[in-house]
């Protein structure tokens, strides 16, 4: 009612207890936190943002690798922009051509205060005025979705506290040295569904990337997890909505060309895909030539055995995770595809699980993030 806000900012304070209380109605999320805080841990702020991708709620992350209790104190002009572009545009829904422009561009200088007496205040009513200048958009943008859309659960999440100790490890044995950050629906093509979410380090330089793929009942927001792991370990991820290998693969060529905008190398440009998306994934990867060609593939739950027959000497290098008992894609086409790439010598790593169904990540979701990471570090070069 009344008491309602339209948005919150979450300064040192994200607690687990908070994780539980919130609702696909919620309102967006900033949550800025330091890894070192002592005070209020770190893995509370990480369950919150879990919490909300699971339920579709906005949320925008600042995370510092150091700072303590106090990490407007790292950057404060960054976090005051931050703050400030989140109540413009997160708290009240930015709209695409605005995120669209400041995503391509530096943040401005902050302006000098004019001389004389301050500017009346608005009329109550009247719209707020829009943000001023082309800095970098950090605001997740209003999305909207149908209520079937609403009701799919996201086919990576499922308890937040368990996903906040794995990301809280992973991110302690990380070695970034800036600002973990996300840029929420960037366009990488010109149809409406080609949004993408790109997570980050602010002082990469040359660092490896991969696209990821979600599944048929999820959507980018979904591959959270999965982002926020391999960004832990080192890696750009992008998170994308697509329909098929075509998107796919033009998303990689898009990769290639703002790879440097995010501390990527155009270079180092790899795919991991669920269910679906694995086989999506697979699919371009063996497809792709030229500027779309892949470094290599994290293909999960999704390999089959129509893949053998397009292996070729051009063929990338393969991560194969299933589950033998995988009721929706059999074994038999992981394994068949695996043994095909082994005979064209193509290198190829798998991480089978006896049991896990159609989601073997479930099963020890430390060691699938850490193969996984492991993996795009080796092959994506």
Not at 353 to 364: A, D, S
Request: net charge neutral.
């Amino acid at each position: 009612g009344k008491q309602a806000v339209q948005g919150a900012i979450l300064v040192a304070s994200a607690g687990e207890n908070h994780a539980s209380l919130v609702q696909p109605n919620s309102p967006p999320i900033l949550v800025v936190h330091s890894k070192n805080d002592p005070t209020v841990p770190f893995a509370g702020a990480l369950a919150v943002e879990a919490a909300c991708l699971r339920n579709k709620v906005r949320v925008q992350t600042l995370f510092y690798n150091t700072g303590a209790h106090a990490p407007m104190e790292v950057d404060m002009e960054g976090f005051f922009r931050t703050c400030s572009q989140f109540v413009n545009g997160g708290g009240t829904g930015a709209t695409s051509a605005t995120v669209a422009a400041k995503a391509t561009a530096p943040a401005p200088a902050p302006a000098k205060a004019p001389r004389g007496p301050a500017p009346a205040p608005a009329k109550k009513g009247a719209p707020a005025p829009a943000p001023k200048g082309r800095g970098r958009a950090l605001a997740m943008e209003e999305e909207s979705s149908s209520d079937e859309e609403a009701d799919l659960a996201l086919e990576e999440e499922s308890s937040s506290n368990e996903e906040a100790e794995v990301l809280e490890e992973a991110y302690q044995n990380a070695e970034q040295t800036g600002a973990l950050k996300t840029v929420y629906k960037v366009k990488y093509g010109s149809s409406s569904y080609m949004n993408a979410d790109i997570y980050y380090d602010t002082a990469w330089s040359g660092k490896a990337s991969v696209i990821a793929l979600h599944g048929s009942s999820g959507d980018r927001g979904s591959m959270g997890m999965t982002c926020r792991y391999l960004q832990a370990a080192n890696i750009v991820c992008i998170a994308i909505d697509y329909r098929d290998q075509d998107d796919a693969l033009k998303a990689v060529e898009w990769a290639r060309g703002v790879a440097r905008s995010y501390g990527a190398n155009a270079d180092k440009v790899g795919l991991y895909g669920y269910s679906k998306g694995g086989k999506t994934c697979a699919d371009a990867a063996l497809k792709g030539r030229g500027k779309q060609k892949v470094n290599a593939a994290i293909v999960v739950a999704g390999a089959g055995q129509q893949h053998v027959t397009a292996i070729s000497s051009e063929t990338p290098p393969f991560l194969l995770v299933h589950s033998r008992d995988d009721p929706v894609v059999p074994f038999s086409g992981a394994s068949t595809f695996e043994a095909g790439l082994v005979k064209s010598k193509i290198p190829v790593r798998t991480l089978y699980y006896k049991n896990g169904e159609h989601k073997p990540f479930e099963v020890n979701k430390e060691e699938f993030y850490r193969t996984c990471s492991s993996f795009a570090n080796t092959f994506v070069r």
